[in-house]
């Protein structure tokens, strides 16, 4: 009886990452194809910007939206499934992602804290580019705060999924953060600056797509023993 509900534990186990993997390779196709339409413009064989990586509310901006909101709903799936309540302050953390990236929220709030403290431009950025810094370094202080008290009295599971999400968090604010300030400081000319931007943005997007398909994997172990073992990716 143990061994046929072992079995066919890991062969649920099994059927999980199957269909997780199967959807990060969609997910893939979709943003390598959002690439290749946004350098197809450099020729005369599209023009429409709708498909561009760096044009608001275009094509590869909305399919982010909804990768990141995919994410913020398997979180709190997880949450509920493994009844562990740090994946609900992760949640937090990409639905601020969410409204940042749609509503601009560091950019609106940068210039504002700009202003305020009087910040000059220097090393090639904007004042703006350093409140825009300022907002969002607060804000990932905050929220991996919140995350920080369950990680320090969680589960082994839940640490080892907090110590993989924060390396992809990583990852992300190297596009979004570093490469967008190189862009923004670099002047040599539209060529690179196309391609710093498609750098940027198409960078941030397999991340999310990456970040994705994580949140669905440990959904999809949160019903087997992910409360009481470690994760194994």
């Known amino acids: ?5 072992e079995l066919r534990q890991q062969l649920s186990i099994g059927s999980d990452a199957s269909r997780a993997t199967y ?12 690439v290749f339409l946004h350098f197809l413009q450099l020729t005369d064989l599209i023009n429409d910007t709708s498909f561009s990586l760096e044009g608001d509310r275009a094509y590869p901006e909305r ?3 909804m990768k990141l909101l995919s994410i913020v709903i398997l979180m709190l799936l997880v949450r509920k499934r493994a009844d562990m309540i740090g994946f609900s302050a992760w949640s937090l953390l990409f639905f601020y992602l969410l409204i940042d990236d749609a509503f601009q929220v560091h ?3 940068g210039g504002y804290v ?10 090639g950025l ?8 300022i907002v969002s370094a607060s804000a990932a202080i905050v929220l991996l705060g919140l995350i920080a008290v369950p990680y320090l009295r969680g589960s082994g599971a839940f640490r080892q999924a907090s110590y993989h999400l924060f ?7 190297f596009f979004g953060v570093f490469v967008d300030m190189l862009h923004v400081a670099t002047d040599l000319g539209w060529k690179v600056s196309f391609v710093l931007g498609a750098m940027e943005d198409g960078g941030e997007m397999i991340i999310v797509t990456i970040i994705t398909w994580y949140a669905l994997l440990i ?10 073992s470690k994760l194994a990716v």
């Open 107 to 109: 950019e609106s709030l």
């Open 219 to 228: 959904f999809g172990r949160a019903g087997n023993r992910f409360e009481s």
């Open 126 to 133: 904007r004042a703006q580019d350093f409140g825009e810094l």
């Open 23 to 34: 959807v990060l390779l969609s997910l893939l196709a979709v943003d390598f194809a959002f």
């Open 63 to 65: 399919f982010q939206y």
């Open 167 to 173: 390396l992809l968090l990583l990852a992300l604010a």
């Open 1 to 5: 009886f143990f061994a046929r509900d």
């Open 114 to 123: 700009a202003a305020s403290l009087g910040i000059s431009p220097a090393l």
